[in-house]
């Protein structure tokens, strides 16, 4: 064994650190930072504003009224803040909208994973990424004009704006979504598995039911929640063809006002700037950026629980 | 069923029986390269049969040609037949079910593959999908394969944790319980050992020396001392041809071809 001792040694001026590189380096790394910041910047601003524009609102009406109470009529002589009101009408047309987006989402990336060949893949996936590109007053129109009076010939009594309509319209909206990622969720799945399955004499459909969509659980449980939290921010689609008026309701024929449609009516000049009525925009929208942070949380939850190891 | 009586076949070669054999086989992938080039070699029952030969000669495409591993790949095409017996036919045939192919030829790959399920239902999974529903059956069946498996006594207590959580050996030996359960004829392994470390090795080899007595076994492997100590009979493939085939005495004492002496000693390969 031989005794380490330290041995007086110089810097080669061949191995010396380069200030010039050394100096490009941390200009990029200043530069990557700022850009990263950024972001954090943006939304910590947003943050800030909802919850400082807020605080007056919540000084004028309590937390527990404006979370219980069932009527939201700021423009009305006897003002109420019941954001139950507007609640209701977000999460009827999204459930709604998950009602058409996740079986046909779900199917549609099954297929497009595990059966569809090659080009059909390739000629599919484009066009049904085109439909995240339709702008979403375009959507809402679709609602208006053809699909709630498609709904009437069925359903007679139904009021022009109801949340059928535009829930199922929203639901097409997001059926690309959840399609893609569970796509590339599937498609992640190693090719061993696949042949692991085929090997036992399991039949496609089996393989892909039994072995591939449970192993692209995390993948498919996120293209869900993303489209839950597309379906709640959605805002034109509903605010054309649902309504303006708040009603609480969870009854998908009545017309309601969703949170996105309710501030858009008011950030429109409803109501005169700084009053209580304006301030409650942001309240409206300090709710539903609560509900998109806890949807994103438990999303984040669930990819950790069912994360795949193959 | 067809009424009339089918006619089965019983062949024998070195007094063993022959459970498959391939004739004149030929493969060609999507991209036209032909990886077989017309391949004769039997699988005998009761028997283990090695592969042998360098990366890229041919032996795992034709073990995979066994079970039509192939078919999941489009552009593939065989030409000639793998005979199965006693039954007569040509499972390469177009009209033959390739899902009815590996219910009866089962296999084990390179790498675990279990599925993300618990141990109970990676191994329950080939009787569910032949409809079995049963659970006294299948707790039976499973029970009996982890055993034959000899993997039984390790996960007894924790047959509904998730497979993922067993070793890589473990793995290896939950999929070859599942392979078991379903009862096959015929086992193929693709170099089911590459991938764990030399106990685990092993613990596979006194497995399928054991797991003999009750079917075939084809067995792709790149460690010819694991040919040698396992296989009764073993075939020596270059570049998609079948060199020798042979009683593994035979071909690793005194060798007829050249080439797979040269092999053998390590003079090439």
């Keep these: ?310 | 069923m067809v009424a009339t009586q089918r006619k089965t076949t019983q062949k024998k070669r070195f007094n063993d029986v022959v459970k498959a054999e391939s004739r004149n086989l030929d493969f060609y992938y999507a991209d036209g390269t032909q990886a077989l080039k017309n391949v004769n070699l039997d699988v005998y029952e009761n028997k283990i049969t090695a592969l042998i030969g360098p990366s890229g000669c041919g032996k795992s495409t034709f073990l995979r040609s066994f079970n039509r591993m192939h078919d999941l790949y489009t552009g593939n095409r065989y030409d000639g037949q793998i005979v199965l017996h006693p039954d007569n036919t040509n499972i390469l045939d177009k009209k033959v079910d390739p899902i009815e192919v590996r219910m009866r030829i089962s296999m084990v790959f390179q790498k675990p593959n279990p599925f993300p399920k618990s141990i109970y239902e990676n191994v329950a999974y080939g009787l569910r999908v032949r409809g079995e529903a049963n659970t006294h059956v299948l707790d039976e069946k499973v029970e009996e394969a982890l055993k034959g498996a000899s993997l039984w006594e390790e996960v007894k207590d924790r047959l509904h944790d998730l497979a993922f959580n067993l070793s890589g050996g473990q793995q290896q030996r939950l999929c070859i319980a599942r392979a078991l359960a379903t009862e096959p004829e015929i086992m193929l392994f693709d170099e089911p050992t590459s991938a764990l470390d030399p106990i685990a090795t092993v613990n596979i080899e006194e497995l399928m020396s054991e797991l003999k007595k009750k079917l075939s076994i084809l067995i792709v492997t790149h460690n010819m001392q694991q040919a040698a100590r396992i296989s009764d009979y073993c075939a020596y493939m270059y570049l998609g041809e079948l060199v020798e085939h042979d009683l593994t005495d035979k071909i690793f004492t005194n060798p007829s071809k050249k080439e797979t002496e040269d092999y053998i000693t390590g003079k090439f390969g």
């Design chain 1, 1 to 310: 064994m031989a005794i380490n001792v330290m041995q007086d040694t110089v810097i080669s001026p061949k191995l010396s650190k380069s200030f010039r590189r050394n100096f490009i380096e941390r200009i990029i790394e200043f530069g990557l930072l700022i850009s990263a910041a950024f972001a954090v910047f943006i939304t910590t601003a947003i943050v800030y504003v909802l919850v400082s524009e807020a605080i007056p609102f919540f000084e004028y009406v309590s937390v527990y009224e404006f979370l219980t109470d069932t009527v939201w009529t700021p423009n009305y002589s006897i003002k109420r803040y019941g954001i139950l009101a507007l609640i209701s009408g977000t999460l009827t047309t999204t459930f709604i909208a998950l009602l058409v987006a996740v079986p046909l989402g779900t199917i549609t990336a099954i297929y497009l994973s595990e059966f569809a060949s090659h080009k059909v893949r390739e000629t599919i996936k484009p066009i049904l990424e085109l439909l995240v590109g339709v702008p979403t007053v375009v959507f809402g129109y679709f609602a208006l004009m053809l699909v709630t009076p498609f709904l009437q010939t069925i359903y007679p009594d139904l009021t022009t704006f109801n949340m059928l309509g535009p829930g199922i319209v929203m639901g097409i909206m997001i059926v690309p979504y959840i399609a893609s990622v569970s796509e590339d969720a599937m498609r992640a799945v190693p090719m061993s598995m696949r042949e692991g399955a085929y090997a036992m004499g399991a039949t496609r459909f089996q393989t892909a039911i039994r072995v591939i969509a449970p192993a692209a659980t995390s993948g498919i449980v996120a293209s869900y929640i993303l489209a839950i939290s597309r379906a709640v921010g959605e805002t034109m689609i509903v605010a054309i063809a649902a309504g303006q008026q708040p009603t609480f309701t969870f009854n998908p024929v009545d017309s309601a006002a969703t949170i996105t449609a309710y501030i858009v009516s008011v950030a429109l000049g409803d109501l005169e700037h700084g009053g209580i009525g304006y301030q409650s925009i942001f309240a409206a929208g300090l709710t539903l950026l609560v509900m998109t942070l806890v949807l994103n949380i438990l999303g984040h939850w669930v990819r950790k629980k069912y994360t795949e190891r193959y």
